[in-house]
Protein backbone atom coordinates (compact mmCIF):
# COMPACT_ATOMS: atom_id res chain seq x y z
CA UNK A 1 0.00 0.00 0.00
CA UNK A 2 1.09 3.49 -0.92
CA UNK A 3 -0.03 6.12 0.65
CA UNK A 4 0.76 9.53 -0.19
CA UNK A 5 0.01 13.44 1.58
CA UNK A 6 -2.10 15.00 -0.92
CA UNK A 7 -2.53 18.54 0.95
CA UNK A 8 -4.70 19.39 4.24
CA UNK A 9 -8.16 20.43 3.49
CA UNK A 10 -10.89 22.34 5.85
CA UNK A 11 -11.60 19.53 9.37
CA UNK A 12 -14.87 21.41 10.57
CA UNK A 13 -17.26 19.86 8.07
CA UNK A 14 -17.54 17.20 5.32
CA UNK A 15 -18.27 18.12 1.84
CA UNK A 16 -17.40 15.63 -1.13
CA UNK A 17 -13.89 15.21 -2.86
CA UNK A 18 -13.22 13.11 -5.83
CA UNK A 19 -10.85 10.90 -7.63
CA UNK A 20 -10.97 9.95 -11.19
CA UNK A 21 -8.00 7.54 -12.49
CA UNK A 22 -6.76 6.00 -16.15
CA UNK A 23 -4.21 3.89 -16.70
CA UNK A 24 -1.24 6.86 -15.90
CA UNK A 25 -2.99 9.93 -14.04
CA UNK A 26 -4.68 10.27 -11.08
CA UNK A 27 -7.45 13.21 -11.14
CA UNK A 28 -7.87 14.53 -7.70
CA UNK A 29 -10.78 17.17 -6.99
CA UNK A 30 -10.78 18.66 -3.70
CA UNK A 31 -11.06 22.07 -1.11
CA UNK A 32 -7.90 23.24 0.72
CA UNK A 33 -7.76 24.67 3.80
CA UNK A 34 -8.02 27.64 2.52
CA UNK A 35 -11.62 26.67 0.76
CA UNK A 36 -10.16 26.43 -2.44
CA UNK A 37 -10.95 24.36 -5.13
CA UNK A 38 -8.04 22.51 -6.69
CA UNK A 39 -7.40 19.51 -9.10
CA UNK A 40 -3.86 17.62 -8.94
CA UNK A 41 -2.96 15.44 -11.58
CA UNK A 42 -0.24 12.81 -10.66
CA UNK A 43 1.17 10.62 -12.56
CA UNK A 44 1.28 6.92 -11.09
CA UNK A 45 4.38 5.87 -12.74
CA UNK A 46 6.46 9.05 -12.12
CA UNK A 47 4.54 10.12 -8.60
CA UNK A 48 5.25 13.48 -10.43
CA UNK A 49 2.44 16.08 -9.55
CA UNK A 50 0.70 19.23 -11.14
CA UNK A 51 -2.15 21.27 -9.22
CA UNK A 52 -4.51 23.65 -10.49
CA UNK A 53 -6.30 26.27 -8.13
CA UNK A 54 -9.56 27.49 -10.29
CA UNK A 55 -11.28 30.05 -9.29
CA UNK A 56 -14.55 29.23 -6.83
CA UNK A 57 -14.18 28.86 -2.67
CA UNK A 58 -16.58 26.98 -0.86
CA UNK A 59 -18.27 28.19 2.37
CA UNK A 60 -19.19 25.47 4.61
CA UNK A 61 -22.08 23.82 2.98
CA UNK A 62 -21.89 20.20 3.11
CA UNK A 63 -23.66 20.03 -0.42
CA UNK A 64 -20.97 21.39 -2.90
CA UNK A 65 -19.36 18.51 -3.65
CA UNK A 66 -17.34 18.88 -6.50
CA UNK A 67 -16.70 16.33 -9.50
CA UNK A 68 -14.38 15.05 -12.06
CA UNK A 69 -15.34 13.67 -15.57
CA UNK A 70 -13.04 12.72 -18.82
CA UNK A 71 -14.39 12.83 -22.30
CA UNK A 72 -13.62 10.87 -25.40
CA UNK A 73 -11.05 13.48 -26.19
CA UNK A 74 -9.36 13.16 -22.82
CA UNK A 75 -10.75 16.56 -21.75
CA UNK A 76 -10.87 16.84 -17.95
CA UNK A 77 -14.27 18.34 -16.99
CA UNK A 78 -14.63 19.62 -13.44
CA UNK A 79 -17.94 21.28 -11.83
CA UNK A 80 -19.05 21.75 -8.06
CA UNK A 81 -19.03 24.20 -5.48
CA UNK A 82 -23.18 24.69 -6.42
CA UNK A 83 -26.41 24.65 -3.74
CA UNK A 84 -28.93 26.85 -6.07
CA UNK A 85 -26.11 29.15 -7.53
CA UNK A 86 -25.37 29.79 -11.28
CA UNK A 87 -23.31 27.30 -12.69
CA UNK A 88 -19.73 26.30 -12.03
CA UNK A 89 -17.70 23.97 -14.55
CA UNK A 90 -14.46 24.16 -15.92
CA UNK A 91 -12.72 22.06 -18.81
CA UNK A 92 -9.84 21.61 -20.34
CA UNK A 93 -8.05 22.95 -23.56
CA UNK A 94 -5.79 21.04 -23.62
CA UNK A 95 -6.22 16.75 -23.61
CA UNK A 96 -4.28 15.64 -20.73
CA UNK A 97 -3.14 19.29 -19.11
CA UNK A 98 -4.94 20.43 -16.34
CA UNK A 99 -3.15 23.50 -16.43
CA UNK A 100 -4.97 24.55 -18.94
CA UNK A 101 -8.27 24.28 -17.44
CA UNK A 102 -10.52 27.33 -17.95
CA UNK A 103 -14.17 28.06 -16.80
CA UNK A 104 -16.61 27.36 -19.45
CA UNK A 105 -20.03 27.06 -20.33
CA UNK A 106 -23.03 24.75 -21.01
CA UNK A 107 -25.92 25.11 -22.69
CA UNK A 108 -26.94 28.47 -20.91
CA UNK A 109 -30.38 27.04 -20.30
CA UNK A 110 -31.91 27.39 -16.72
CA UNK A 111 -28.75 27.01 -15.01
CA UNK A 112 -28.80 29.81 -12.51
CA UNK A 113 -29.79 27.33 -9.57
CA UNK A 114 -27.85 24.53 -9.61
CA UNK A 115 -27.19 21.83 -7.32
CA UNK A 116 -26.04 17.92 -7.50
CA UNK A 117 -23.72 18.26 -10.49
CA UNK A 118 -23.13 14.24 -12.02
CA UNK A 119 -21.27 13.38 -14.67
CA UNK A 120 -22.13 10.26 -16.61
CA UNK A 121 -21.58 8.12 -19.42
CA UNK A 122 -23.93 6.97 -22.63
CA UNK A 123 -23.66 2.96 -23.78
CA UNK A 124 -21.44 4.80 -26.49
CA UNK A 125 -19.21 6.76 -24.44
CA UNK A 126 -20.59 10.24 -24.81
CA UNK A 127 -20.28 12.32 -21.56
CA UNK A 128 -23.85 13.52 -20.17
CA UNK A 129 -24.22 15.99 -16.83
CA UNK A 130 -27.34 15.99 -14.69
CA UNK A 131 -28.10 18.55 -12.16
CA UNK A 132 -31.21 20.21 -10.40
CA UNK A 133 -32.02 23.47 -10.68
CA UNK A 134 -33.66 25.20 -8.38
CA UNK A 135 -34.08 24.55 -4.04
CA UNK A 136 -35.68 21.92 -1.76
CA UNK A 137 -39.26 21.37 -2.17
CA UNK A 138 -39.37 23.08 -5.93
CA UNK A 139 -37.07 21.74 -8.41
CA UNK A 140 -36.70 19.81 -11.81
CA UNK A 141 -34.00 17.69 -12.98
CA UNK A 142 -32.01 17.85 -16.11
CA UNK A 143 -29.65 16.31 -18.57
CA UNK A 144 -27.06 17.91 -21.17
CA UNK A 145 -25.17 15.78 -23.90
CA UNK A 146 -21.33 16.83 -24.68
CA UNK A 147 -20.46 16.92 -28.20
CA UNK A 148 -16.66 16.38 -28.58
CA UNK A 149 -16.89 17.61 -32.40
CA UNK A 150 -18.07 20.53 -31.45
CA UNK A 151 -17.17 21.08 -27.55
CA UNK A 152 -20.69 22.18 -27.00
CA UNK A 153 -23.28 20.84 -24.86
CA UNK A 154 -26.88 20.40 -25.55
CA UNK A 155 -29.74 19.15 -23.70
CA UNK A 156 -29.53 15.31 -24.05
CA UNK A 157 -33.67 15.60 -24.07
CA UNK A 158 -35.87 18.52 -24.33
CA UNK A 159 -37.55 19.70 -21.16
CA UNK A 160 -37.32 18.65 -17.68
CA UNK A 161 -36.33 14.69 -16.79
CA UNK A 162 -38.27 14.92 -13.14
CA UNK A 163 -40.41 18.07 -12.81
CA UNK A 164 -40.75 19.67 -9.25
CA UNK A 165 -44.45 21.53 -10.59
CA UNK A 166 -43.53 24.22 -8.39
CA UNK A 167 -45.00 22.27 -5.51
CA UNK A 168 -41.82 19.64 -4.47
CA UNK A 169 -38.60 18.12 -6.08
CA UNK A 170 -36.70 14.40 -6.72
CA UNK A 171 -34.06 13.56 -5.14
CA UNK A 172 -33.16 11.19 -7.83
CA UNK A 173 -30.09 9.60 -8.36
CA UNK A 174 -28.49 9.65 -11.38
CA UNK A 175 -28.63 7.19 -14.19
CA UNK A 176 -26.64 3.82 -12.76
CA UNK A 177 -26.06 1.72 -16.04
CA UNK A 178 -27.09 -2.52 -14.77
CA UNK A 179 -25.89 -5.40 -15.78
CA UNK A 180 -29.43 -5.91 -17.44
CA UNK A 181 -28.20 -3.12 -20.33
CA UNK A 182 -30.77 -0.70 -18.70
CA UNK A 183 -30.32 2.85 -16.88
CA UNK A 184 -31.97 2.73 -13.50
CA UNK A 185 -32.99 6.11 -11.65
CA UNK A 186 -34.86 5.92 -8.37
CA UNK A 187 -35.69 7.97 -5.48
CA UNK A 188 -37.98 10.31 -3.52
CA UNK A 189 -39.79 13.39 -3.29
CA UNK A 190 -39.64 16.01 -1.12
CA UNK A 191 -42.54 19.11 -0.60
CA UNK A 192 -40.63 21.92 1.45
CA UNK A 193 -36.85 22.05 2.73
CA UNK A 194 -37.58 20.11 5.47
CA UNK A 195 -35.86 16.41 5.27
CA UNK A 196 -39.15 14.92 6.69
CA UNK A 197 -41.10 15.97 3.98
CA UNK A 198 -39.80 13.36 1.47
CA UNK A 199 -42.25 10.66 0.31
CA UNK A 200 -43.31 8.29 -2.43
CA UNK A 201 -40.13 6.18 -3.79
CA UNK A 202 -40.11 6.33 -7.58
CA UNK A 203 -38.30 4.43 -9.61
CA UNK A 204 -37.71 4.49 -13.81
CA UNK A 205 -35.48 2.55 -16.50
CA UNK A 206 -34.18 3.50 -19.92
CA UNK A 207 -32.00 1.25 -22.71
CA UNK A 208 -30.74 4.41 -24.27
CA UNK A 209 -31.91 7.50 -22.01
CA UNK A 210 -34.45 8.68 -24.74
CA UNK A 211 -37.19 6.07 -24.15
CA UNK A 212 -38.44 5.30 -20.50
CA UNK A 213 -40.30 2.85 -18.56
CA UNK A 214 -41.77 1.88 -15.30
CA UNK A 215 -40.16 -1.04 -13.63
CA UNK A 216 -42.72 -3.23 -15.73
CA UNK A 217 -41.76 -2.03 -18.79
CA UNK A 218 -45.00 0.43 -19.37
CA UNK A 219 -44.04 3.28 -21.34
CA UNK A 220 -43.14 6.86 -19.19
CA UNK A 221 -43.31 10.03 -20.16
CA UNK A 222 -41.22 12.61 -19.23
CA UNK A 223 -41.17 14.28 -16.86
CA UNK A 224 -41.62 11.73 -14.51
CA UNK A 225 -43.33 13.86 -11.40
CA UNK A 226 -44.60 13.22 -7.62
CA UNK A 227 -48.11 12.14 -9.30
CA UNK A 228 -46.31 9.66 -11.61
CA UNK A 229 -48.05 6.46 -9.36
CA UNK A 230 -46.99 3.49 -11.81
CA UNK A 231 -43.63 4.53 -11.38
CA UNK A 232 -44.03 4.30 -7.21
CA UNK A 233 -42.46 1.26 -5.61
CA UNK A 234 -43.32 2.26 -2.34
CA UNK A 235 -46.04 5.17 -1.81
CA UNK A 236 -44.41 6.30 1.89
CA UNK A 237 -46.44 9.07 2.61
CA UNK A 238 -44.22 12.52 3.96
CA UNK A 239 -42.79 12.20 7.55
CA UNK A 240 -43.02 8.10 6.75
CA UNK A 241 -39.44 7.70 7.97
CA UNK A 242 -37.57 7.87 4.16
CA UNK A 243 -35.14 10.36 3.42
CA UNK A 244 -33.11 11.00 0.62
CA UNK A 245 -29.55 9.42 0.14
CA UNK A 246 -30.70 6.11 2.38
CA UNK A 247 -32.03 4.32 -0.63
CA UNK A 248 -28.77 2.02 -2.06
CA UNK A 249 -29.31 -1.23 -4.61
CA UNK A 250 -27.56 -4.04 -6.09
CA UNK A 251 -28.16 -6.62 -8.81
CA UNK A 252 -28.58 -10.23 -8.78
CA UNK A 253 -27.31 -13.01 -10.25
CA UNK A 254 -30.97 -12.70 -12.49
CA UNK A 255 -29.70 -9.11 -13.18
CA UNK A 256 -32.72 -7.81 -10.84
CA UNK A 257 -32.52 -4.59 -9.27
CA UNK A 258 -32.87 -4.67 -5.29
CA UNK A 259 -33.74 -1.55 -3.63
CA UNK A 260 -32.60 -0.67 0.00
CA UNK A 261 -33.96 1.83 2.34
CA UNK A 262 -35.88 2.65 5.66
CA UNK A 263 -39.02 3.90 6.61
CA UNK A 264 -41.63 3.85 9.55
CA UNK A 265 -43.68 0.55 10.25
CA UNK A 266 -47.07 0.57 11.48
CA UNK A 267 -45.92 1.41 15.21
CA UNK A 268 -44.09 4.06 14.29
CA UNK A 269 -40.58 2.29 14.95
CA UNK A 270 -38.15 2.74 11.71
CA UNK A 271 -37.39 -0.15 10.15
CA UNK A 272 -35.10 -1.47 7.03
CA UNK A 273 -37.09 -2.74 4.11
CA UNK A 274 -35.74 -4.58 0.35
CA UNK A 275 -38.25 -4.16 -2.65
CA UNK A 276 -37.42 -5.93 -5.99
CA UNK A 277 -39.66 -6.96 -8.97
CA UNK A 278 -41.45 -10.13 -8.72
CA UNK A 279 -44.38 -11.23 -10.88
CA UNK A 280 -45.27 -7.31 -12.10
CA UNK A 281 -45.09 -6.00 -8.82
CA UNK A 282 -42.85 -5.22 -6.42
CA UNK A 283 -41.93 -7.35 -3.52
CA UNK A 284 -41.32 -5.46 -0.32
CA UNK A 285 -40.10 -6.83 2.37
CA UNK A 286 -39.45 -5.20 5.94
CA UNK A 287 -35.92 -7.04 7.06
CA UNK A 288 -35.44 -5.61 10.71
CA UNK A 289 -37.01 -5.80 14.05
CA UNK A 290 -36.20 -2.41 15.78
CA UNK A 291 -38.38 -1.31 18.62
CA UNK A 292 -37.39 2.76 18.29
CA UNK A 293 -39.15 5.65 16.77
CA UNK A 294 -36.30 7.63 14.72
CA UNK A 295 -37.40 11.35 13.98
CA UNK A 296 -35.36 13.77 11.80
CA UNK A 297 -36.79 17.32 10.50
CA UNK A 298 -35.29 20.70 9.60
CA UNK A 299 -33.43 21.82 6.90
CA UNK A 300 -29.08 21.25 5.79
CA UNK A 301 -27.04 18.68 5.48
CA UNK A 302 -27.72 16.51 8.22
CA UNK A 303 -25.44 14.18 10.41
CA UNK A 304 -26.90 10.70 11.69
CA UNK A 305 -30.28 10.96 11.88
CA UNK A 306 -30.47 7.78 14.27
CA UNK A 307 -29.82 5.45 11.54
CA UNK A 308 -27.72 4.71 8.40
CA UNK A 309 -27.71 1.96 5.47
CA UNK A 310 -23.63 1.68 4.92
CA UNK A 311 -23.52 -1.18 2.91
CA UNK A 312 -24.94 -3.44 0.14
CA UNK A 313 -23.89 -6.00 -1.62
CA UNK A 314 -24.54 -9.96 -3.07
CA UNK A 315 -21.90 -12.10 -1.02
CA UNK A 316 -22.65 -15.97 -2.32
CA UNK A 317 -26.25 -15.51 -3.70
CA UNK A 318 -27.00 -13.67 -0.38
CA UNK A 319 -27.79 -10.11 0.10
CA UNK A 320 -25.78 -8.64 2.97
CA UNK A 321 -26.61 -5.15 4.43
CA UNK A 322 -24.42 -3.15 6.64
CA UNK A 323 -26.19 -0.86 9.30
CA UNK A 324 -25.62 1.01 11.87
CA UNK A 325 -28.57 2.24 14.58
CA UNK A 326 -28.75 4.62 17.39
CA UNK A 327 -29.74 1.93 19.85
CA UNK A 328 -28.86 -1.40 18.04
CA UNK A 329 -25.46 -0.17 17.08
CA UNK A 330 -23.66 -1.65 14.12
CA UNK A 331 -25.53 -4.64 12.72
CA UNK A 332 -25.32 -6.95 9.23
CA UNK A 333 -28.81 -8.64 8.25
CA UNK A 334 -28.05 -11.31 5.63
CA UNK A 335 -31.12 -12.53 3.41
CA UNK A 336 -31.01 -15.50 0.89
CA UNK A 337 -31.72 -15.63 -2.86
CA UNK A 338 -35.62 -15.33 -1.70
CA UNK A 339 -35.32 -13.41 1.08
CA UNK A 340 -35.23 -15.42 3.76
CA UNK A 341 -33.42 -13.85 6.72
CA UNK A 342 -30.46 -15.54 8.18
CA UNK A 343 -28.92 -14.94 11.45
CA UNK A 344 -28.72 -11.76 12.38
CA UNK A 345 -24.99 -10.36 13.23
CA UNK A 346 -24.60 -7.14 15.66
CA UNK A 347 -22.00 -5.25 17.52
CA UNK A 348 -18.00 -5.91 16.81
CA UNK A 349 -18.97 -9.16 13.86
CA UNK A 350 -20.94 -7.33 12.26
CA UNK A 351 -17.36 -5.45 10.58
CA UNK A 352 -18.39 -1.62 11.79
CA UNK A 353 -16.43 1.00 9.65
CA UNK A 354 -13.58 2.78 10.46
CA UNK A 355 -13.68 4.86 13.16
CA UNK A 356 -12.09 8.05 14.22
CA UNK A 357 -8.11 8.51 14.62
CA UNK A 358 -7.96 11.57 16.05
CA UNK A 359 -7.99 13.12 19.12
CA UNK A 360 -10.49 16.15 18.35
CA UNK A 361 -13.61 15.03 19.42
CA UNK A 362 -16.25 13.98 17.12
CA UNK A 363 -13.66 13.63 14.00
CA UNK A 364 -14.73 10.96 11.31
CA UNK A 365 -12.35 9.29 8.76
CA UNK A 366 -13.74 10.26 5.52
CA UNK A 367 -13.25 8.10 2.19
CA UNK A 368 -13.80 8.78 -1.61
CA UNK A 369 -13.60 5.83 -3.65
CA UNK A 370 -12.14 5.87 -7.69
CA UNK A 371 -14.62 6.75 -9.68
CA UNK A 372 -12.61 4.24 -12.62
CA UNK A 373 -11.17 1.32 -10.15
CA UNK A 374 -11.04 -0.13 -7.13
CA UNK A 375 -7.19 0.27 -6.34
CA UNK A 376 -7.72 3.74 -4.78
CA UNK A 377 -8.72 6.00 -2.61
CA UNK A 378 -8.56 9.34 -0.86
CA UNK A 379 -8.92 9.71 3.29
CA UNK A 380 -9.17 12.08 5.44
CA UNK A 381 -10.69 13.15 8.62
CA UNK A 382 -13.79 15.91 9.22
CA UNK A 383 -16.16 16.90 11.90
CA UNK A 384 -20.00 15.74 10.67
CA UNK A 385 -22.63 17.79 9.19
CA UNK A 386 -23.52 20.93 10.74
CA UNK A 387 -26.52 21.59 8.50
CA UNK A 388 -24.46 23.78 6.64
CA UNK A 389 -24.16 25.91 8.85
CA UNK A 390 -20.40 27.51 10.54
CA UNK A 391 -19.21 26.26 13.65
CA UNK A 392 -18.26 28.49 16.65
CA UNK A 393 -15.94 27.87 19.45
CA UNK A 394 -12.39 25.27 18.92
CA UNK A 395 -12.44 24.01 15.77
CA UNK A 396 -9.65 20.94 14.45
CA UNK A 397 -6.93 22.12 12.56
CA UNK A 398 -7.15 21.24 8.91
CA UNK A 399 -6.73 17.58 8.27
CA UNK A 400 -4.09 15.67 5.64
CA UNK A 401 -5.70 14.21 2.60
CA UNK A 402 -4.39 10.99 1.39
CA UNK A 403 -4.28 9.25 -1.69
CA UNK A 404 -4.18 5.74 -0.70
CA UNK A 405 -3.13 3.32 -3.49
CA UNK A 406 -3.40 -0.62 -2.81
Known amino acids: M ?20 T ?30 IVPTKIGCDSHNYVTLALDKDGHLHVSGNMHCVPLIYFRTQIAGDISSLEKAEMTGLIEDGVTYPVFFKTSEGDLVFTYRDGGSGCGSNYFNRYDCETTTWSRLVDGKIFDGDGKCNGY ?81 QQDRIHLLYHKSDANGYMQIYVARIENDAWRIEQVSNFSDRIWFEGYGSMGFIGITLDKFEIIDDHLVIQYHHKTEGYGLITLDKNLNPQPHIKGDEAEAPILPKSNFPGMQVRRCNDRSTNSAYLQWETLSQNRDQQREGDLPDPSPLYLIEE
Not at 7 to 15: G, T
Not at 24 to 48: C, F, G, L, P
Not at 173 to 179: D, F, H, L, T, V
Request: one cysteine or more; charged letters at 20%; hydrophobic letters at 35%.
Open 2 to 21: NKVLIDHVPADFPVGFCLLS
Open 23 to 52: ETVHYIAYYNADHEMVIVQRDINTEKSVTK
Open 172 to 252: MIAPSKGPDGYFHVYGVWRDTPACETNHDLTYIRSKDLLNWENAFGEKQELPVNSDSSTCFVDPIPAEGGIINGCIKHVFD
